[in-house]
């Protein structure tokens, strides 16, 4: 069988040899060539699952020195250099080479797991093989070293970077031929881009128009621009597509995400900060993190931090990163080699967005750059507003606090002054202004101070990354809301299970919470336990049979998923040291790092594996584990903690500090998502828990009911957040708090959400970092991955979902908080958009989550599920078309259909419009 069938539609093709390889980019095409040295085996095993062949690179007709592997080459069989790579061209009639190549070089990766490779350096034996009976001799050679590899590893895909003289010989051994530079090229030797001669393009043109005519095989042609010329990366993709081939431009070294016949957008920026400032050094105590990371999230981007003291990325940035973020509070030490480089990543044409300070002097070529001088000497009496945009005045606008002794004035065409001050001597300065590479925003012009610690941004964040970064329209991802429901989940930490109540009999919190909350509100609820707590070898050895068989009671409600809360309860987790005894030192607060148990010494696998471990074995019931971790006392597990959890399967949950309220409604106020921490990502809840309402339940015990405040705020203008009722067991202690939680649970059960379980939120926010967006050169979008994180929140002025024309989109719904776009959860989904609203069928609302869609022509089949509660769900674009949909009671009609089950599954409903 030919290893590509004739026919096939023409696959989508990146390219990338960088060391940092970005992924859940390259898992948005359907092939993608790496380098296997730079991958790791979870890599490869990502495109795999999204449904990409990795091709891995194998140089077929040069040896390669970095590879570090020499002593292996056949040195005899080395005939000549290769000065521009460094390599040496290699006789293909060698038998020790083609056992080099076969046994050194593929065998390893075929037993990596790699089925396709990318056979470059094919002619490399022209530079030794001059005369036409010589070339003819390597190319019989070659055509063995084809036919061999395909003998010995079975099924595998091979792609060929030309070797066109031997195409009618391996028509049938390979998936595809590629070339380099149709229109574009890159001089490796002078490092110039330049345009390929017409002579040259004219030959290489027929060439590939012979692969994809006479041999049916796609044509892949490789164009080289520089990285900071975007527009024209698409304008030659385009080109090379109008040809009929498929495209891949991108930079000389083959290290930047470029344009294809779909262009990712990045949906990543790199965030700096300095870790030395930060408080314990961590990430979480950064302003960076604290307040840049909220709006970048809202925007559709996650954050990827480095701290600027190490190593900085050496391979190509633009088109990866949607731009780099920095904030400091100081001068660096290293400012002239991070000048060098951030200089480097403007040049490349990287959009830099600077908060706080810049961290260097903004002195010489890279202030013109931005088009700005310094304004020494600014004193700060007498401080005046000159004149600002609507940048500035977010919550507040600026006061009179110390500044710098310096700031800046507008020099330049290529910058923009969003604020303009003067002091009292009369001296204007800029302290907030964007350009064509960026912005900067210094302090004390970004956030002003109030009193009782409260913060206003003074710049509004929105608006001005939107600006720096120049980031453009396109459908976001969203990870609040699915099927036009914000969603809604509970969670109970396990603290004061083994408290007594202020009720009638003292009975047991956890007895308070069962009778009152969990019988009552029937509605997906996670619920955790310390082991240290109730196990016999924990702290309370003998309440342990009078409390275990409530929690085996409470795990056993069908609508509860279980929990740990860890074994010794961490409140300090940055502080305790692993094998050190239990309880030895103290919070700031007078709290031990963890519970003082006997004879404990510190363990994050029993915190994390071993609680889960006592849980399943002795409370949760026959068919039910432990579905998730629910982060204890300050909630910031280090890497290797989060990674043990990521071991056994279990989804993560808490950190954060969301407590934005009436009487402090600050965007401050509002903590991100998402904590990557090295190769693992923590996820925040939503909402704090009860603690901070009730001051730590010291009063007012009823403090819990003004979360509703939260839940408004979070929601409107923006939905930053979905709905996290999150409480612990000091709920059930008191009247009051108890009071405060019903009416809490009273006010979310008349909002329309969709309620899930709190594992299933965690991979939907992870699930979310990665998820990919692409633009097709046809102006449509590819999403890739999106399998939990199913909703894009899409600017009205780019229309709607034509529901015809996509594959896997499956509702909308306008909301005064966006236009929300409702996916199928399929591995890719194509979103084709239009001006007006949708009139073919399509979900509008719903409270449970698409488990099948499938749509032919103007017929569509789909059913849904819900979490513990009722389905409900509601059809728009049903006008003259026949609903059914056994099992459920039907309201409505015309466009609009409502469908109410009693329990959690639709079945198959079928809407037909002939």
Known sequence: MPAHAAGDPQPSVSFYYGNDVPVHMLAQFDWAVVEAEHMTPG??????????????????????????????????????????????????????????????????????????????TLDSYRLFAKDDASAAVQQQALVRLIKRIRSEFPGIKLLLNRGFEVLDQVQDDIVGVAAESLYKSWDPASQIYRDVTAQDSDYLLKQLLRVRNTFHLPAIAIDYVAPA????????????????????????????????????????????????????????????????????????????????????????????????????????????????????????????????????????????RMGVQVVPSIKDDGLAVIGHDDVIGFEG????????????????????????????????????????????????????????????????????LQQALDLPQMPVPDATTENGSRYWMNEIDGDAFVNRADFPGSPYTGEVMLKEILRRYRVPTTVSVIEGELAPDGLYPKLTRTLEPIAREIFRLPWVEIGTHTYSHP??????????????????????????????????????????????????????????????????????????????????????????????????????????????????????????????????????????????ITDSPRRLKPIDIYYHFYSAGRPASLNALKEVYDYVGTQQTLPLYTSTYSGIARNWYDAGVARTLDGDWQITGATQMRTLRLPAAMGWPDMNASRDVVGVRDQSQGRYVALSGAPRATLVLQQRQPTTPYLRRANGRVTEWQQSGRSVQLRLQSEAVPLQMELGGTSGCSVRAPGAARSGGGDAVTLRYQGTDSGSVSIDCG
């Open 43 to 120: 890599q490869r095993d990502t495109l795999e699952q999204y449904g990409t062949t990795a091709f891995a690179y194998v140089s077929l007709g040069e040896a390669e020195h970095w590879r570090g592997d020499d002593a292996q080459v056949p040195a005899a069989a080395l005939k000549a250099c290769n000065d521009n790579w460094n390599s040496q061209a290699a006789d293909l009639t060698s038998a020790e080479w083609g056992d080099y190549l076969i046994n050194q070089r593929i065998r390893p990766l075929w037993k990596q797991g790699y089925r396709a490779l990318f056979l470059d």
């Open 229 to 368: 010329d975007r527009d024209q990366a698409r304008a030659t993709a385009r080109k090379i597509a109008n040809a009929g081939f498929v495209p891949w431009v991108t930079d000389g070294a083959l290290d930047q995400v470029g344009v294809g016949s779909i262009e990712p957008m990045p949906r990543k920026v790199l965030v700096l900060y300095d870790k030395s400032a930060a408080d314990h050094g961590e990430l979480a105590f950064s302003n960076a993190h604290l307040y840049a990371a909220v709006p970048l999230e809202y925007l559709g981007y996650g954050a990827v931090y480095r701290d600027v003291n190490s190593s900085l990325p050496t391979d190509t940035l633009a088109g990866r990163y949607a731009g780099i973020v920095t904030w400091f509070q100081s001068r660096l030490t290293q400012t002239n080699e991070y000048r060098q480089w951030l200089a480097r990543q403007m040049n490349d044409g990287v959009r830099v967005a600077i908060f706080g300070e810049p961290g260097f002097s903004v002195s010489g070529t890279l202030a013109q």
């Open 397 to 464: 606008m600026p006061g009179r606090p110390p500044i710098n002794e310096s700031g800046y004035k507008v020099v330049g065409d290529n910058a923009v002054a969003h604020l303009t001050m003067k002091d009292g001597a009369g001296t204007q300065f800029v302290p907030v202004f964007t350009g064509d590479w960026g912005g900067v925003a210094l302090s004390p012009w970004v956030l002003q101070q109030a009193v009782a610690e409260q913060a206003r941004w003074v710049v509004d964040p929105f608006r001005f």
């Open 571 to 712: 409140f300090d987790w940055l502080s305790l040291k692993e094998g050190e005894l239990a309880g030895q030192g103290k919070t700031a607060a007078g709290f031990n790092f963890n519970l003082p148990i006997k004879n404990y010494r510190y363990s994050l696998e029993k915190e994390v594996a071993g609680s889960t471990e006592y849980i399943n074995e002795n409370l949760a019931p026959p068919g039910k584990k432990v579905k998730i971790i629910l982060w204890s006392g300050d909630s910031l597990p280090p890497e290797k903690a989060l990674a043990i959890a990521d071991r056994i399967g279990l989804a993560n949950l808490n950190g954060g500090d969301t407590h934005v309220t009436r009487d402090n409604p600050s965007l401050t106020e509002v903590s991100p998502m998402l904590r990557p921490i090295g190769a693992q990502v923590q996820v925040f809840s939503p909402q704090i828990n009860e603690n901070v309402y009730t001051n730590d339940m010291t009063g007012p015990y009823w403090g819990f009911r003004r979360v509703i405040e939260t839940y408004k």
